[in-house]
């Protein structure tokens, strides 16, 4: 049983609009989240992390934000840009202080210029 | 700089043959990872180090052996491959126990 969700399997914005990727999990003990981005023929990339006891974290454009009553988090993007496109990957540490990351499936973002 | 590097990038083998891919970092990393990537699955964690010497099971370890014998390197080991086996393997490392963790490239395997 998947115990991180990305349901969207790809979404398409406009170029300066706002990309909301979602994720969901279903482990109440896990304690800290990360997105990571892939473009084709690479390796991810660490984009943003939140400890779960916040409930958003921001870095520039990219903002993170934690539900925990829901088992929800979300990835902002603001504005997007073209070279935002790639398959976005929501990951939680799924075992306290190993660094074993329980990845969901990804999202495919396709910003449009 | 160059981060984590694996090699080989792509391999084809034929079922029951054995290959080892092989993964070496170069940030002084104390933990090493390998996962492996299939559509719709995400990144799932085959094995894992937390340190020289050192290995353990992750969420799909069945089919597959790792060796720790030096920190900078990760071996992934398919002893008899299969063609559910084929999949595109990352390793990647990291310094601290939670956080970020830092790829390499990807080795695209293809069991026949």
């Known amino acids: 049983d998947q115990q991180v969700k990305q349901n969207s399997p790809s979404l398409s914005v406009q170029e300066g609009r706002i990309s909301i990727l979602n994720c969901d999990y279903t482990n109440s003990m896990f304690d800290y989240f990360l997105w990571y981005k892939k473009y084709p023929a690479e390796g991810p990339t660490f984009l943003i992390s939140?400890?779960?006891?916040?409930d958003k974290n921001e870095d520039g454009r990219f903002t993170v934000f934690l539900n925990k009553s829901a088992k929800h988090l979300s990835l902002h993007i603001v504005p997007s840009q073209p070279g935002d496109s790639a398959v976005y990957f929501c990951?939680?540490?799924?075992?306290?202080?190993?660094?074993?990351?329980?990845f969901g499936q990804g999202t495919t973002l396709q910003v449009k210029p | 700089n160059a981060g984590v590097t694996q090699t080989p990038k792509f391999r084809v083998l034929k079922t029951g043959q054995s290959m080892t891919l092989l993964c070496a970092q170069d940030?002084?990393?104390?933990?090493m990872y390998w996962y492996r990537q299939d559509p719709g699955m995400g990144l799932r964690l085959i094995h894992y180090?937390?340190?020289?010497?050192?290995?353990a099971k992750g969420e799909v370890p069945d089919g597959y052996n790792v060796s720790r014998l030096k920190k900078q390197n990760f071996l992934l080991g398919l002893e008899s491959a299969a063609p559910s086996q084929t999949s595109v393997y990352f390793c990647a490392s990291s310094y601290a126990r939670t956080g970020e963790l830092f790829f390499g490239e990807g080795s695209r395997l293809t069991v026949l």
């Open positions: 990951a939680a540490d799924g075992s306290s202080n190993t660094g074993k990351l329980i």
């Open positions: 180090s937390v340190g020289e010497g050192t290995t």
């Open positions: 940030m002084n990393h104390e933990y």
């Open positions: 939140i400890s779960s006891i916040k």
